[in-house]
């Protein structure tokens, strides 16, 4: 039996090793720990990849979103308005920034924001947008830029699952006014430990972000705003700059996996989320939609294959996260796809061995 993880890092940073080694062996002799110049070479490295001309490196996306949102002026009062279909740190990083996240159902071909849904929701008190590339799936940016631009707000994305995603043949991240990646071990570009970055084009919005992660120090011990301990290690730094030139292939790898998994399950009976037009996703995750899907997981891991459930409860639906103005029943999309949604292995080192057999299984269940 070919056992299939649903993650498999250490195949991913056994070629890397000795590389991860010599960058950890630099930032030790250098002395210097927090933030420095490793930060700052990956922090244009990694902004110059994706469009932009500033990166602001911290210490997780979290973080990350909160500081875009911040230093957008999102404050208490307003309302921001995304999905319920996302990890529940895209609506904790709103409400850490004071404001209320406003739901927006998807669109059932995507998973991700349904524009026409996100222009029934936009009130007196919306201030911004927030879009989140489910899965890697870009969201349909041009309309919620327009969407934006005609009422005046501030659309930023959550790209914490789509590093180099596209949309339009641009990478995701360039189309909002700022957006923010995670680092976390299993995202597409993982550090040793939590990281994050904001991309942004904007030099007043990097000024103020680069403030607010230190404090909002302007100079040591001038604190003249309010921030926050926020800053990324250089260790995180110098590990990601090892792993950054690889992202190009391993994105490559994951499109070419999702491709053949396309093929692979055209004639079995599920629901398959398929790239919309113009839009080139990371493959984050793979996901298919199945009847039945805890008894389906369960059967798979007897069979040796280890699945993902992203995510079994939408958030609002999570109990720290209720708003009595989205009770059961009013993402009706939202709620759907969590029901039946199910990832597959999906990561650049997975074998076409192991794909079959993750095929193969998903066939004997589904017959
Ligand atoms: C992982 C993730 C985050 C949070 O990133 P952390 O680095 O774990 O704080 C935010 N939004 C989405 C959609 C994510 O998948």
Same mark, same amino acid.
């Given at each position: 039996m070919i056992r299939v993880p649903f993650l498999d890092m250490a195949a991913q940073i056994a070629p890397l090793r000795a590389a991860m080694l010599?960058?950890?062996?630099?930032?030790?002799?250098?002395?210097? $720990?927090?933030?420095?110049?490793e930060v700052e070479? $990956?922090?244009? /490295? $990694?902004?110059?990849?994706?469009?932009?001309?500033?990166?602001?490196?911290?210490?997780?996306?979290?973080?990350?979103?909160?500081?875009?949102?911040?230093?957008?002026d999102v404050q208490a009062g307003d309302e921001v308005i995304t999905t319920a279909l996302t990890f529940v740190a895209t609506s904790?990083?709103?409400?850490?920034?004071?404001?209320?996240?406003? %739901?927006?159902?998807?669109?059932?071909?995507?998973?991700?924001?349904?524009?026409?849904?996100? /222009?029934r929701r936009i009130g007196p008190r919306t201030k911004a947008i927030l879009a989140v590339h489910l899965y890697g799936q870009p969201c349909a940016l041009e309309p919620l830029a327009a969407l934006a631009e005609k009422h005046g707000l501030t659309l930023l994305e959550d790209a914490a699952q789509a590093h180099l995603s596209r949309y339009r043949g641009r990478p995701v991240g360039s189309f909002g006014r700022a957006a923010a990646f995670s680092f976390y071990p299993g995202k597409n570009l993982g550090a040793c430990g939590e990281g994050g970055i904001v991309v942004t084009s904007d030099s007043q919005l990097a000024e103020r972000m680069r403030r607010l992660r230190d404090w909002g120090q302007t100079r040591k011990y001038q604190h003249d705003e309010f921030g926050y301990n926020y800053r990324m290690d250089a260790l995180q730094g110098a590990l990601l700059r090892v792993k950054l030139p690889h992202l190009p292939t391993w994105t490559a790898a994951r499109r070419r996996l999702a491709r053949r998994y396309d093929e692979l399950l055209a004639t079995l009976p599920l629901q398959v989320w398929r790239?919309?037009?113009?839009?080139?996703?990371? $493959?984050?995750?793979?996901?298919?939609?199945?009847?039945?899907?805890?008894?389906?997981r369960a059967q798979m891991r007897r069979r040796g294959i280890d699945c993902g459930v992203? %995510?079994?409860v939408p958030v609002h639906l999570q109990p720290a996260y209720r708003d009595p103005d989205f009770p059961a029943g009013s993402l009706p999309v939202? /709620?759907?796809?969590?029901?039946?949604?199910?990832?597959?292995?999906?990561?650049?080192?997975?074998?076409?061995a192991q794909q079959e057999a993750v095929v193969?299984?998903?066939?004997?269940?589904?017959?």
């Open positions: 010599e960058a950890t062996g630099r930032v030790l002799d250098s002395g210097c $720990f927090c933030l420095g110049p070479a $990956f922090e244009q /490295e $990694f902004a110059a990849l994706h469009d932009c001309r500033y990166g602001v490196g911290v210490n997780s996306g979290t973080s990350a979103l909160h500081l875009a949102l911040q230093a957008c904790a990083a709103i409400r850490y920034a004071g404001a209320r996240p406003v %739901y927006a159902d998807v669109d059932p071909d995507s998973a991700t924001l349904d524009w026409r849904a996100v /222009e790239e919309s037009e113009g839009c080139e996703s990371a $493959f984050h995750l793979y996901t298919v939609g199945v009847p039945d899907r805890d008894e389906v992203h %995510y079994p939202t /709620e759907a796809i969590c029901a039946n949604t199910l990832s597959l292995p999906l990561y650049p080192e997975l074998s076409e193969a299984a998903l066939r004997e269940l589904l017959r």
